[in-house]
């Protein structure tokens, strides 16, 4: 960790304009020194005492402390102490106490902001700089009094905007767009309203432009599908400023980032209402990004589903067995067995028929419909089943386990109706082209899978960009192999399942512990998918393909 300790803190610096790059620290550091020398010796401080110390009590993740996130409160602490430091006033040595609260304030912040489902943002440090100002008040002084602030004028102030547009433009260039764009925006109305463009219209500014470029980078698709959210949170922001900086209610105590918080929060509450639960969720936001990054770059988008998907629909998981008759070994069902026993073939009918019947009866989720979604959006390219239900219907779905509704030839392959009776417990069905046993069509226990639906997959899965991976535990060896046939061209997999993987994990995979009923719904609805109006699709029981 003592390796690493340079990085979070330069981290902890970047944090406060939304980046995690270390370069960009160093970018911040800079803007910060011309425009107050002081502060950028706060803002080192704290991060320094703020990442020190999260090292030494360790009660955030590693991940997390890596990233600077135990660091950037104290930092932006330091920042706002700055004034005091440039004074060389004996009241400096008060800096340790307020950052000891901030530090200390931290976690329990954070576990109650979690409780609500909110990121505790920078009020650790809003409150400490609050209890600051507030202390100084009492003494009769100004925290905010400050000496040797901008030592090159205008150019100063230049160089910042510089310096921190190129961090913010690295970390996400739309985004800083969209703030820019709202930004000058409010600043002009501000300046048209009060009269000034410099005074009221830049802390307007100064409120807006973390607050539109937080909420896009921490709710990506905010920009562009949740186009008015940046608006109203620019409102939320200015009405803040206006009620608590102009009319100083607690004197010297200015909002500080209350504008930022509170506007945040706001967007927070209104993307869950819209996209449901997670939508929150930082994992949803990585998942996002990287289906659009696929999408930009004309990158197929994969899906590959197994058993856990159709059990909100009731229907049992096909491959663990659990619909088969268990007074009969579990071997006669075997595709060997099929080919040689009369009693195999009429147990094996018997329980794909049951099987058959609760799939008939069986609506599509949730997920399903979702799926659907996307695939008409064309976020979608295709699926991968191991299900053999066909509540993912028929469009592009390959389903590598077979069709319950369909019955074929083991001979020549052909295909007819499922038989209208249960006309195989009283003799053998055959092909009526070459006499071949007629089997249903899954694949059995031993059976090969349809190379044509095989070959079929893997196609679709070489050269995708992202392979989504929803509910399955990734047992078999066939969907081992589509896995690594997707690693092996790059792409980003996304696990939708819950609990364990059977498959190796790395770091640059996004792995999302939740129900596929609840995460494809959202993640469809923060693509901009509006969820169909259609209950059930109808197209979902077209006639079988025919492969001969
Ligand atoms: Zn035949």
């Keep these: 960790m003592v390796r690493d300790l340079p990085i979070a803190v330069l981290r902890s610096l970047s944090q406060i304009a939304f980046s995690e790059r270390t370069g960009s620290g160093v970018l911040i550091l800079a803007a910060i020194t011309v425009m107050a020398p002081w502060s950028a010796v706060g803002a080192i401080i704290g991060a320094l005492s703020g990442t020190l110390s999260g090292m030494a009590l360790s009660r955030s993740p590693k991940a997390s402390w890596r990233q600077g996130l135990d660091g950037v409160n104290p930092a932006i602490l330091g920042l706002i102490w700055g004034g005091v430091l440039s004074r060389g006033d004996p009241k400096a040595a008060l800096f340790v106490f307020a950052l000891l609260g901030c530090i200390a304030l931290e976690h329990p912040m954070r576990s109650l902001a979690l409780r609500w489902k909110m990121p505790v943002l920078s009020l650790p440090a809003l409150l400490a700089g609050w209890a600051s100002s507030i202390?100084?008040?009492?003494?009769?002084?100004?925290?905010?009094?400050?000496?040797?602030?901008?030592?090159?004028?205008?150019?100063?102030?230049?160089?910042?905007?510089?310096?921190?547009?190129?961090?913010?433009?690295?970390?996400?260039?739309?985004?800083?767009?969209?703030?820019?764009?709202?930004?000058?925006?409010?600043?002009?109305?501000?300046?048209?309203?009060?009269?000034?463009?410099?005074?009221?219209?830049?802390?307007?500014?100064?409120?807006?432009?973390?607050?539109?470029?937080?909420?896009?980078?921490?709710?990506?698709?905010?920009?562009?599908?949740?186009?008015?959210?940046?608006?109203?949170?620019?409102?939320?922001?200015?009405?803040?400023?206006?009620?608590?900086?102009?009319?100083?209610?607690?004197?010297?105590?200015?909002?500080?980032?209350?504008?930022?918080?509170?506007?945040?929060?706001?967007?927070?509450?209104?993307?869950?209402?819209?996209?449901?639960?997670?939508?929150?969720?930082?994992?949803?936001?990585?998942?996002?990004?990287?289906?659009?990054?696929?999408?930009?770059?004309?990158?197929k988008i994969v899906a590959l589903t197994g058993a856990g998907i159709s059990m909100p629909s009731g229907i049992p998981d096909y491959v663990s067995s659990t619909w088969l008759d268990p007074n009969i070994p579990v071997e006669e069902?075997?595709?060997?067995?099929?080919?040689?026993?009369?009693?195999?073939?009429?147990?094996?009918?018997?329980?794909?028929?049951?099987?058959?019947?609760?799939?008939?009866?069986?609506?599509?989720?949730?997920?399903?419909?979702?799926?659907?979604?996307?695939?008409?959006?064309?976020?979608?390219?295709?699926?991968?089943?191991?299900?053999?239900?066909?509540?993912?219907?028929?469009?592009?779905?390959?389903?590598?386990?077979?069709?319950?509704?369909a019955v074929r030839c083991i001979d020549c392959g052909a295909t007819t109706p499922w038989p209208e009776r249960a006309t195989w417990q009283d003799k053998d069905l055959t092909c009526e082209h070459c006499g071949g046993h007629l089997k249903p069509g899954v694949v059995a226990i031993g059976e090969d899978t349809d190379q044509v639906i095989w070959e079929e997959a893997r196609e679709i899965v070489e050269g995708c960009g992202v392979l989504l991976v929803i509910a399955t535990r990734m047992t078999m060896s066939t969907v081992a192999i589509l896995l690594s046939l997707a690693k092996q061209a790059d792409a980003r997999i996304i696990f939708i399942t819950k609990g364990d993987i059977y498959q190796t994990v790395l770091e640059s995979d996004i792995v999302m512990p939740f129900a596929a009923e609840y995460t494809i719904p959202t993640l469809s609805r923060l693509l901009g998918i509006s969820p169909s109006s259609i209950e059930g699709d109808n197209s979902l029981k077209p006639p079988t393909r025919i492969h001969q």
């Design 333 to 405: 069902y075997s595709y060997s067995r099929f080919k040689v026993s009369r009693a195999a073939r009429t147990a094996y009918w018997d329980a794909c028929n049951r099987f058959r019947g609760l799939a008939t009866e069986a609506k599509p989720n949730a997920a399903h419909r979702a799926m659907n979604d996307m695939m008409e959006m064309g976020w979608l390219s295709g699926i991968v089943t191991q299900n053999v239900d066909g509540l993912h219907g028929r469009k592009n779905t390959f389903e590598i386990h077979g069709d319950i509704s």
């Design 135 to 299: 202390t100084f008040q009492i003494f009769d002084d100004n925290l905010w009094l400050c000496f040797a602030s901008m030592p090159f004028g205008i150019w100063s102030s230049v160089t910042a905007i510089v310096l921190v547009a190129a961090v913010v433009f690295q970390q996400d260039r739309g985004a800083a767009i969209v703030s820019a764009f709202y930004t000058a925006i409010s600043a002009l109305a501000a300046g048209w309203l009060t009269g000034e463009i410099v005074g009221p219209a830049s802390l307007w500014a100064f409120s807006v432009a973390p607050t539109v470029m937080g909420i896009c980078l921490l709710i990506p698709t905010a920009r562009k599908q949740l186009w008015p959210l940046p608006l109203l949170t620019s409102i939320v922001a200015i009405l803040v400023w206006t009620f608590l900086g102009l009319s100083q209610p607690i004197g010297y105590a200015p909002p500080f980032m209350l504008p930022l918080i509170v506007s945040m929060w706001a967007a927070y509450f209104a993307v869950r209402s819209y996209a449901g639960e997670l939508a929150t969720n930082p994992l949803m936001a990585e998942a996002v990004r990287a289906l659009a990054t696929a999408k930009a770059q004309g990158r």
